[in-house]
């Protein structure tokens, strides 16, 4: 079994900074991708930035520029340096992990999100 644990989620204003981390930790082979989702209240729960093992990244549109995904794979912990934040980017943030465990099986885990508050 795999845990993630998430953290540095808080209240902000319009224009501020956070920064999120993500620790993997249990049964863990190698971590193929690791990404960060948000679902805001009322909608759907969608991408907000990957990295893969070997450091590739994607970020969504409403995000380029602004935020930052960064990993530490010897610490298996990925990073989501959020900047210039906006209300709108008021939501619970999920982290989510491809892992190959010891046993050699691959399965996708989630957190249990951390909640981002940007007031205006």
């Known amino acids: 079994q795999v845990q993630l644990v998430e953290s540095g989620g808080g209240l902000v204003q319009a224009g501020g900074s956070l920064r999120l981390s993500c620790a993997a930790s249990?049964?863990?082979?190698?971590?193929?991708?690791m990404g960060w989702y948000r679902q805001a209240p009322g909608k759907q729960r969608d991408l907000v930035a990957g990295i893969t093992i070997g450091g590739t990244t994607n970020y969504a549109d409403s995000v380029k520029g602004r935020f930052t995904i960064s990993r530490d794979n010897a610490k298996n912990t990925v990073y989501l340096q959020m900047n210039s934040l906006k209300p709108e980017d008021t939501a619970v943030y999920y982290c989510?992990?491809?892992?190959?465990?010891?046993?050699?099986?691959?399965?996708?885990?989630w957190g249990l999100g951390t909640q981002v508050t940007v007031s205006s």
């Open positions: 249990g049964s863990i082979f190698s971590i193929m991708s």
């Open positions: 989510n992990a491809d892992v190959f465990d010891r046993s050699v099986q691959r399965r996708e885990y």
